[in-house]
T-cell receptor, first 118, second 115 residues
Framework: AQKITQTQPGMFVQEKEAVTLDCTYD???????LFWYKQPSSGEMIFLIYQGSYDEQNATEGRYSLNFQKARKSANLVISASQLGDSAMYFCAMREFPLNFGNEKLTFGTGTRLTIIP | EAQVTQNPRYLITVTGKKLTVTCSQNMNHEYMSWYRQDPGLGLRQIYYSMNVEVTDKGDVPEGYKVSRKEKRNFPLILESPSPNQTSLYFC??????????????FGPGTRLTVL
């Protein structure tokens, strides 16, 4: 079963509008972290925002905020006032508490390609 | 500047010709990992290392080898590359057991094409 699901393969949004990128996750752990990464056309992975499973407040970083709904197991990324430079692939990822203090891997979704229209 | 470097950034090779993709980090991180990115599949972990001489398989280890002789370096070795290993490869590092919130730092990626 997929642990991270991003149901929007692609989105087109008008510049200056807000955009929500969906992410749902599946875990039986109580402790986990959720991450969003941006991948521009140049290919690098840019960390955007983090939300911990025990965090009571939704995370915010500048124009990025994470709409965390624990009971629904969703962690949607909200970008306010979108800009042309926001056009990129966006990945949601989860880190679960490592078993036996071992692997700290990130499990990624399949990504959403966001295109901002002028 | 704190960073993860990978070389080469782009590589076109032929089936069966052994190659190594190097990864180096200057942050004294214990944990290092290799991922491959394929369209429609996101990033999947190939191998990881929790410290020097400690490596283990990730989700898609077939056809790859790694080594961790020094803390800063974590090369990915393809002994006999095949076309299905054509992909974008990322090396990542982070402190080990430093908390769920600690960021994994990614290298710039290596785009590999196997003909």
């Amino acid at each position: 079963a997929q642990k991270i699901t991003q149901t929007q393969p692609g989105m087109f949004v008008q510049e200056k509008e807000a955009v929500t990128l969906d992410c749902t996750y599946d875990t039986s752990d109580q402790s986990y972290g959720l991450f969003w990464y941006k991948q521009p056309s140049s290919g690098e992975m840019i960390f955007l925002i983090y939300q911990g499973s025990y965090d009571e407040q939704n995370a915010t970083e500048g124009r990025y905020s994470l709409n965390f709904q624990k009971a629904r197991k969703s962690a949607n990324l909200v970008i306010s006032a979108s800009q042309l430079g926001d056009s990129a692939m966006y990945f949601c990822a989860m880190r679960e508490f490592p078993l036996n203090f071992g692997n700290e891997k990130l499990t990624f979704g399949t990504g959403t390609r966001l295109t901002i229209i002028p | 500047e704190a960073q993860v470097t990978q070389n080469p950034r782009y590589l076109i090779t032929v089936t069966g010709k052994k190659l190594t993709v190097t990864c180096s980090q200057n942050m004294n991180h214990e944990y290092m990992s290799w991922y491959r990115q394929d369209p429609g599949l996101g990033l999947r972990q190939i191998y990881y290392s929790m410290n020097v001489e400690v490596t283990d398989k990730g989700d898609v280890p077939e056809g790859y080898k790694v080594s961790r002789k020094e803390k800063r370096n974590f090369p990915l070795i393809l002994e006999s590359p095949s076309p299905n290993q054509t992909s974008l490869y990322f090396c990542a590092s982070s402190p080990h057991l430093a908390g769920l919130d600690n960021e994994q730092f990614f290298g710039p990626g290596t785009r590999l094409t196997v003909l």
